[in-house]
């Protein structure tokens, strides 16, 4: 999915107490198709992981700019 451009960036903390927890910031065309991505993930499908779908937006940070492909933000020259 990262290489088709749906999945911009993820990560998760580096705790491993109850407070431990990922974040995977991608595409879709609705929260419904969220869900649906999410629902496919592995570790969710599997119960190891749980999702929570969250809309948003955001903007390159300075010294980025956007790929004319609307890939992820590439750092400028």
């Known amino acids: 999915m990262a290489a088709a451009g749906v999945v ?5 903390t580096l705790t491993t107490d109850a407070a431990t ?3 995977v910031v991608f ?5 419904e198709a969220a869900r649906r991505i999410m629902a496919d993930d ?3 499908a599997a ?3 749980r999702d929570e779908v969250r809309s948003g937006s955001a903007a390159p940070a300075r010294g980025c ?11 400028a020259a």
């Open 8 to 12: 911009l960036f993820f990560g998760r």
């Open 21 to 23: 927890f990922g974040i």
């Open 27 to 31: 595409r879709a065309e609705s929260p």
């Open 42 to 44: 592995p570790a969710v």
């Open 47 to 49: 119960g190891v992981m």
């Open 65 to 75: 700019r956007p790929r004319p492909d609307g890939a992820a933000a590439t750092r």
